[in-house]
């Protein structure tokens, strides 16, 4: 049974360049998360999707953006890259109203803004 | 400020101490989750804790839910060099369905 497969897994960026962070999530999750990890710290929550609709939101700017299929897969989009963006970007699935039993987590894209 | 606060942010111990790490907020979680991270690798659920003053056990792993489910501990009983790692505790606000993560401990087990 896959898990959750995220691409790229490395990533390197120009400053003000855009670029899309893919995600399949496990068979069977309806809901993906993505979440942003800087060096030394916890993952950060950037959005969550259901129904191909972003149902919650992080404290994250208007140029993170995402989008989910029909089949459950997503996108996370980010334009006018900065520096500080760089990190490791997490996608989570899930079983929506099922988060007791926990997300299951892709090994993410690093990605490098120079 | 973070929502779930974790203490210590770094520990470093030999092989075959116990430890015990925190995860503390001043808000209620409907439940706390404990995840182990590896360098390059996503976090992966050891437990879920659900009920105030749940305990649950995982081999030399001991998770606990506090009372007022506000805060959690887990210990480790004679930690092994495999149990390096960042630990990190995460739940959904109770006013949200997503999940929050803290900053983590990172452990250092030394042989």
């Known amino acids: 049974d896959a898990g959750v497969t995220q691409s790229p897994t490395h990533l390197i960026k120009t400053r003000g360049q855009q670029v899309t962070l893919r995600c399949s999530p496990k068979?069977?999750?309806?809901?993906v998360s993505w979440y942003q990890q800087a060096l030394g710290q916890g993952p950060q929550f950037i959005f969550q999707y259901y129904e191909e609709e972003e149902r919650q939101r992080g404290n994250f700017p208007d140029r993170f953006s995402g989008h989910q299929f029909p089949n459950y897969s997503s996108e996370l989009n980010v334009n006018a890259l900065l520096l500080g963006d760089s990190a490791l970007y997490l996608c989570?699935?899930?079983?929506?109203?099922?988060?007791?039993?926990?997300?299951?987590f892709g090994s993410g894209t690093r990605l490098t803004v120079v | 400020t973070q929502l779930l606060e974790q203490s210590p942010q770094f520990l470093s111990i030999q092989e075959g101490e116990n430890l015990t790490v925190y995860c503390n907020s001043s808000?209620?979680?409907?439940?706390l989750q404990w995840y182990r991270q590896e360098p390059g690798e996503g976090p992966v659920l050891l437990v879920t804790v659900v009920t105030g003053g749940e305990v649950k056990k995982l081999k030399r792993l001991t998770f606990q839910f506090g009372d007022a489910r506000k805060d959690s501990s887990l210990h480790i009983t004679a930690a092994q060099t495999g149990d390096t790692g960042l630990y990190l505790c995460?739940?959904?606000?109770?006013?949200?369905?997503?999940?929050?993560f803290g900053a983590g401990t990172r452990l250092t087990v030394k042989p």
């Open positions: 808000s209620v979680f409907s439940s």
């Open positions: 989570a699935s899930s079983v929506l109203n099922g988060i007791n039993y926990g997300y299951t």
């Open positions: 068979s069977g999750h309806d809901t």
């Open positions: 995460a739940g959904p606000p109770r006013t949200n369905n997503d999940m929050r």
